[in-house]
């Protein structure tokens, strides 16, 4: 007979796991797929690889909730650097052009961020999942195609400077479904005049959901072995 655990997972459970650096959302969803031999997994909102934190995943019949859990507010913790632009927003991509930071200052850092809190519209990155014709976007970026994406309506509904040592800033943001922090980087650094993009990103909460509650992969891996119990 399986653990109480492993049974409520494998028959359909709600999961709050801590991604690491490195995997996608869909290799987290893989992993517990296999980790507990259910075919129905699903998560409530990607993380890019390159960010940790906190992410949604349900199993077996909870697969149906998903979309409750997609709309909650979203909060993050990270790390901007000012002076240059990648195609992707972020440090997955090489610096495609730099630009001196010496006249940019802490107090101008801190006044054109404020200047991004409220509902605003957001154009998605070419390197992002969203889909134009079918395809995701990522897949005319790897072809050096860019393509008209709509704007979204997105809301920053607080963004505070938790750092800021030029060219390095350090950040957290609050924001609603849909929100790409790469392109609120890159916005921010387009304000500046200098450009900028994002270095790190870890999500921390969403809605009442916070990452002290989560799992890692490897717990999550002793509960599938019957080793013990979280």
């Known amino acids: 007979?399986?653990?109480?655990?492993?049974?409520?997972?494998?028959?359909?459970?709600?999961?709050?796991?801590?991604?690491?650096?490195?995997?996608?959302?869909?290799?987290?969803v893989n992993k517990i797929r296999h980790l507990f031999d259910v075919r129905r997994v699903g998560h409530a909102g990607s993380l890019d690889p390159m960010a940790t934190g906190l992410l949604i995943v349900c199993t077996g019949k909870s697969t149906k909730e998903i979309d409750r859990y997609m709309g909650l507010e979203k909060e993050y913790e990270g790390d901007m650097l000012l002076g240059g632009r990648t195609e992707s927003y972020d440090a997955e991509t090489p610096v495609v052009e730099q630009r001196s930071t010496e006249e940019i200052t802490a107090e101008r850092v801190r006044d054109v961020m404020g200047r991004f809190v409220g509902k605003q519209q957001q154009?998605?990155?070419?390197?992002?999942?969203?889909?134009?014709q079918g395809r995701p976007l990522y897949k005319y970026a790897r072809r050096g195609v860019e393509?008209?994406?709509?704007?979204?309506?997105?809301?920053?509904?607080?963004?505070?400077?938790?750092?800021?040592?030029?060219?390095?800033?350090?950040?957290?943001?609050t924001c609603t479904k849909g929100t790409y922090v790469r392109t609120l980087?890159?916005?921010?650094?387009a304000a500046l005049g200098c450009g900028a993009y994002l270095t790190s990103l870890r999500r921390t909460r969403i809605g009442p959901y916070r990452l002290e509650e989560a799992a890692t992969l490897d717990e999550l891996a002793r509960v599938a072995s019957r080793k013990e119990g979280l």
């Not at 655990?5 to 987290?28: H, Q």
């Not at 154009?123 to 134009?132: D, E, G, H, Q, Y």
């Open 185 to 189: 980087v890159h916005d921010i650094g």
């Open 1 to 28: 007979m399986l653990p109480d655990r492993e049974l409520r997972i494998a028959e359909g459970e709600m999961l709050l796991v801590d991604k690491p650096k490195g995997w996608t959302s869909f290799d987290v």
């Open 123 to 132: 154009i998605p990155p070419m390197w992002s999942a969203v889909k134009v």
């Open 147 to 173: 393509v008209e994406r709509r704007p979204r309506e997105v809301e920053i509904v607080q963004l505070i400077p938790t750092r800021v040592a030029v060219p390095e800033v350090g950040f957290t943001v």
